[in-house]
């Protein structure tokens, strides 16, 4: 089960990842919907006064088994608009993974104070990736997106 905050008193809790994905629908709007999941719940929140980021942690990781373990597989098992769906839904699932790293890396940045130093590299190549997916998802929008759950 996973927890974060919204707002310093409110909590959300997902229980499992159907519960935050973001790949159905259709393309285009994947950062916004990320960010909803990521990162508007700590907006006015100092990430420096989180405890850890584990839950958040536990998100992103979740986003990345389905990219692996259900995304994959599903599109080489499909074909045609099918597959064109899932690859499209695989994009917007890309987006929320590389978000939630982001966010993670944020918060610890954030608690390690001045010493950010071993962050800055990872997150700097983490924003990267997820600027290009982005640009990918962009490139996508109004095309047709399908989850795995």
Do not use: C, H, W
């Not at 259900?70 to 499909?78: L, Q, S, V």
């Not at 982005?134 to 095309?143: E, L, M, R, V």
């Amino acid at each position: 089960m996973s927890v974060f905050f919204q707002e310093p008193a409110v909590l959300i809790i997902f229980s499992s990842y159907a519960d935050f994905q973001i790949s159905d629908g259709v393309a285009g709007d994947a950062e916004a919907e990320a960010n909803a999941v990521f990162v508007t719940p700590f907006a006015g929140v100092d990430l420096a006064t989180l405890d850890d980021s584990d839950d958040i942690e536990t998100m992103r990781q979740a986003a990345e088994a389905a990219e692996t373990d259900d995304f994959n597989p599903a599109i080489d098992a499909a074909s045609g608009d099918a597959a064109d769906a899932l690859q499209v839904g695989k994009i917007k699932n890309k987006v929320l993974k590389l978000t939630g790293e982001v966010q993670v890396l944020n918060i610890k940045a954030a608690a390690a104070g001045d010493d950010t130093s071993s962050l800055e590299d990872k997150l700097a190549a983490e924003q990267k990736k997820l600027d290009t997916n982005i640009a990918t998802d962009k490139a996508s929008a109004g095309a047709t997106s399908q989850s795995v759950v």
